[in-house]
């Protein structure tokens, strides 16, 4: 007998459509993915506090305070990186039960651990926001000097450098964050979550 087979799903007596109706809004996961430097951290924050001025609950997922904590035993390698994501994706179905708007900043690099991530949500309520620049933009805004760092070597398996970032594919929203503002960036996020009915608030 495995493991698995002693433990049960314990069904919950607050349910996520309770909260969701205490909230006002419905839950979902926004997943922006893209290089290091593409702007993905910066419009999930300010996403986030625009959400949260409308007086939404919301989190934040950043790949970089994730891998301090729940995902400090990760390296860098290819089989790592998919575990990072798969982790994360389990923290954020559970923040999806709770009510909550979670956004996550990641480079999450390859479109498989992505889609394991689609497939762990309901249909409909993974959001992948791909925030689209060239290699050379993002090393021109290399503010943390790591492109830096891996063109001479010292970091190795760097997204962009080393190893292969793979673009999505259908993704749910493309910002081209070379062309648009980052205030027009939020806004088309914005936008797109009252599209989608999971908040009637926009300003």
């Not at 925030?131 to 021109?140: G, H, R």
């Amino acid at each position: 007998m495995t493991l698995k087979q002693n433990i049960f799903l314990q069904k919950t007596i607050v349910t996520r459509e309770l909260r969701n109706q205490q909230n006002g809004h419905k839950s979902v996961v926004i997943w922006f993915t893209g290089l290091s430097g593409s702007g993905k951290s910066t419009i999930a924050h300010l996403v986030e506090k625009h959400l949260y001025q409308l007086c939404l609950r919301t989190f934040v997922l950043d790949g970089d305070n994730v891998r301090h904590g729940l995902c400090s035993d990760l390296g860098f390698g290819n089989d790592d990186r998919e575990e990072n994501i798969r982790r994360i994706g389990e923290v954020a179905k559970l923040m999806l039960e709770s009510g909550t708007i979670t956004l996550t900043a990641l480079i999450s690099p390859f479109r498989k651990g992505r889609e394991l991530v689609r497939n762990l949500l309901p249909h409909g309520e993974f959001i992948e926001v791909f925030c689209k620049a060239s290699l050379l933009t993002c090393e021109k805004r290399d503010a943390k000097g790591l492109y830096k760092r891996a063109r001479a070597g010292e970091i190795r398996n760097y997204t962009g450098i080393d190893s292969h970032y793979e673009e999505p594919l259908n993704p749910e929203l493309i910002i081209d964050t070379e062309k648009l503002s980052i205030e027009e960036s939020v806004k088309l996020v914005i936008k797109l979550l009252v599209e989608k009915q999971i908040t009637n608030k926009d300003n």
